[in-house]
């Protein structure tokens, strides 16, 4: 093996290898930090995703009839709107994130099994109407229902800390889908919002429209919607909106998030600067015995470039493994059981431990650079 190869120093020395592999392999931290500070994004993100195939309208203070009579007007000559229907929104379902948050999902509530019908043959929710509910039932997510350890069967009923509903509801079908939205009929439920129901596909989405959900219709549906000036009296809530809404909040937190991953970057380099001065403090005279036979400094600055270069991957690759790993084993044992799930990749992440891992590194590989070209043939 070469003296001058990468790999050498680190098989001559592996201990003290190892132990600064360790150090970069803790950069590798603040990547699993990221997808806990993007799953945030990525599940209001699951939330919002059946606003694709409607928005809701409420009554703000001050809305008269007469305003709320000239909107539906607006919303009925939309091509792209294909039904209005009173429903009532009022109830709620509370269930847990992937950060422990509570959060409270809202319930819409059809006065007939003809309006829930209707948004079934767009939505396509159920597919054997036998398990469409009748008055008094509802039916929910396998995500939402994975949460609330909710059954087919089960009574649904104020009180406690989940349920929040005018009247009980009894559990018809839990539905295939990962998001958490729950749907309900109940005649004698008071309308408090318009549910409004886009147009079906005019011609079959290709493949890669059902992977992306972005239909020629729904996106005819979002650009007939954002023409609509919605007076102050009335809240108009669409899946464009609430993302816009979620895009404006993230910025603060992804801020607080780099923040932290440049004080644990400082704290690293001290770190390692620490133990690259003991490591390469004891090879002055291997380095004033390459220059006494003539190998210039350049050279020697290269070798010292290959080794921390290498420990640096080596420490990356493995604790990049290790993490997502660590992702698989909380995802199958907590997360999927729960209808929740942590991203294995974020930009965010990826971008955080790169720049913890720069700052971490550089300073110490700058600092034996400066040491090794002062050095002379005459320092043993």
């Not at 509903?165 to 018809?172: A, E």
């Not at 609430?242 to 991953?261: G, H």
């Not at 015995?289 to 420990?311: D, F, N, Q």
């Not at 590194?361 to 600092?367: A, D, F, N």
Request: charge should be neutral; glycine fraction near 4%; include cysteine.
């Amino acid at each position: 093996m070469k003296p001058f190869s990468a790999i050498f120093y680190l098989t001559k020395n592996r201990l003290r290898s190892v132990s600064l592999i360790l150090m970069i392999t803790a950069t590798t931290l603040c990547y699993i930090g990221g997808i806990y500070v993007y799953s945030m994004e990525h599940h209001f993100h699951r939330e919002i995703r059946p606003y694709r195939d409607f928005a809701m309208m409420y009554q703000n203070y001050g809305c008269t009839q007469n305003d709320w009579d000239l909107m539906v007007d607006k919303l009925q000559s939309l091509p792209s709107v294909t039904s209005l229907m009173p429903v009532n929104s009022s109830p709620r379902i509370r269930y847990t994130n992937e950060i422990s948050f509570r959060i409270s999902q809202g319930v819409i509530v059809f006065t007939s099994t003809k309006d829930l019908t209707t948004m079934n043959q767009i939505t396509q929710l159920v597919k054997d109407s036998n398990d469409l509910p009748q008055d008094g039932e509802i039916i929910l997510s396998e995500g939402l229902a994975r949460n609330t350890n909710i059954k087919v069967g089960d009574i649904l009923t104020s009180g406690g800390t989940l349920f929040y509903f005018d009247t009980p509801l009894k559990v018809k079908y839990i539905y295939p889908s990962l998001d958490y939205s729950a749907y309900a009929v109940d005649s004698t439920a008071i309308p408090t919002s318009l549910f409004i129901l886009r147009e079906g596909d005019i011609v079959e989405p290709s493949g890669q429209e059902k992977l992306s959900g972005e239909t020629a219709s729904r996106q005819r549906f979002a650009d007939d919607l954002k023409t609509l000036d919605i007076p102050n009296v009335m809240s108009l809530t669409t899946y464009e909106n609430q993302y816009a809404d979620l895009k404006n909040q993230m910025p603060i937190y992804y801020m607080i998030f780099y923040s932290v991953v440049i004080l644990i970057s400082i704290v690293l380099a001290i770190t390692i600067n620490a133990t690259l001065i003991e490591a390469y403090g004891k090879r002055k005279s291997e380095f004033s015995i390459y220059m006494a036979i003539g190998i210039p400094r350049s050279k020697i600055v290269c070798k010292i470039l290959k080794e921390i270069t290498l420990i640096n991957l080596m420490g990356l690759t493995t604790g990049l493994i290790l993490i997502h790993i660590i992702l698989f084993v909380l995802n199958q044992l907590v997360f999927y059981p729960r209808g929740l799930g942590l991203p294995y990749f974020a930009w965010c992440a990826a971008i955080a431990t790169l720049l913890c891992d720069f700052f971490a590194i550089m300073p110490s590989t700058l600092l034996r650079i400066r040491n090794i070209k002062r050095y002379d043939i005459t320092e043993y």
